[in-house]
């Protein structure tokens, strides 16, 4: 596993452990914590270093990648393309060059709903053409092309997957989200709760009920899942496959903070401040195929439950 030391990537790692398979993972910990990991599967390689990987995949051969490692923090990707473009892109290309040289041929990898971009049709369909309008959702776009070469020139098999909005934490309390720089709804509300610093959410003037931006929150842990029956699935010869990840229901900003004000039991501080560019009013996944192709069953993705998980971890961590 690349980027194991991360949010959706340790949670993954614990989950599969659980299940009695075994775990390697490889990160620079450049935005992961190396706390996340258990120290004797961690492997410190930059995914830029092709020969470092063929050295972890040679001394531990393996029988998937499932390939977390990125940046994630869209604001930042159209401050520095080029930094993104290079990790991500460069970093996918290293990893798939070793993944061949070592004759590995199955990945899974962290895609997003930001290769829609703007969709035309919500709830959003996988074949919902590509429109990406950042950098980052660009660079996703271009490690699903190269996969596709790398399917019909190598015989490397991978499932996309398309996460929506990943939230929530481990319900034992184990590993929860912790980015720097953080971006996310939940856990920028919690620290608005903590420090008293108000938290800005981004327009309310969207055509929505409520006037704030709607999204698909899904479960780390069903996320995590998701992982596991893809790897699955490609072990027993699926084909290739690119499946959104999400739970159909979306949540307004101004309902997540109405949430997270229940759980913690106390008021978020926060101002309303202007649109951000590209941000569409509603991202809802159709995550049909994900359910009857590969069994996914989503069990924590209410609202309820991401928070409380989260809260708990926060708690404890924050
Ligand atoms: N968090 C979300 O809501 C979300 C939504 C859609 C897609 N994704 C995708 O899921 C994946 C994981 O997201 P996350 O929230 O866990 O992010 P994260 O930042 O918590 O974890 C990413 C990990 O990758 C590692 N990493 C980055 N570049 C590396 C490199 N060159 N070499 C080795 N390790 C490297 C980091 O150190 C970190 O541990 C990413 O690919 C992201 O694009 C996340």
């Given at each position: 596993m690349t980027g194991g030391a991360g949010y959706i990537g340790s949670n993954t790692a614990l989950q599969l452990l659980d299940a009695g398979y075994d775990v390697v993972v490889v990160d620079n910990l450049s935005r992961g914590?190396?706390?996340?990991?258990?120290p004797a599967r961690l492997r410190e390689v930059d995914l830029l270093d092709t020969e470092g990987l063929v050295k972890v995949m040679n001394e531990a051969p393996c029988e998937a990648v499932i390939h977390f490692a990125a940046y994630i923090a869209v604001g930042e990707s159209m401050k520095i393309p080029e930094v993104y473009f290079l990790n991500n892109v460069a970093g996918s290309l290293s990893l798939l060059t070793a993944m061949v040289r070592t004759g590995i041929r199955k990945l899974v990898f962290s895609s997003?709903?930001?290769?829609?971009?703007?969709?035309?049709?919500?709830?959003?369909?996988?074949t919902e053409r590509y429109a990406p309008v950042s950098a980052y959702g660009e660079s996703k776009v271009m490690v699903e092309k190269l996969l596709h070469w790398f399917d019909q020139i190598h015989g490397l098999r991978s499932i996309c997957l398309r996460y929506f909005n990943a939230a929530g934490a481990d319900p034992a309390g184990r590993t929860g989200e912790c980015h720097e720089p953080e971006t996310h709804l939940i856990p920028l509300l919690f620290k608005a709760i903590r420090t008293g610093i108000p938290v800005t959410l981004f327009g309310?003037?969207?055509?929505?009920a409520d006037g704030t931006c709607i999204r698909d929150y899904v479960h780390v842990t069903d996320l995590a899942r998701a992982h596991i029956l893809a790897v699955e699935a490609l072990a027993a010869g699926a084909p290739s496959a690119k499946y959104n990840a999400g739970t159909g229901h979306g949540f307004s900003v101004r309902e997540v903070l109405k949430a997270v004000e229940d759980v913690a039991g106390r008021p978020v501080p926060y101002e309303i401040g202007p649109r951000r560019e590209g941000d569409p009013p509603l991202l809802v996944a159709d995550s049909g195929r994900l359910q009857t192709e590969l069994g996914w069953n989503p069990q924590y993705s209410s609202l309820r439950a991401i928070v409380e998980t989260a809260w708990r971890w926060e708690c404890r961590n924050g």
């Open positions: 914590h190396r706390e996340s990991v258990d997003t709903a930001a290769v829609y971009g703007m969709p035309e049709r919500v709830p959003i369909v996988e309310d003037d969207y055509p929505t």
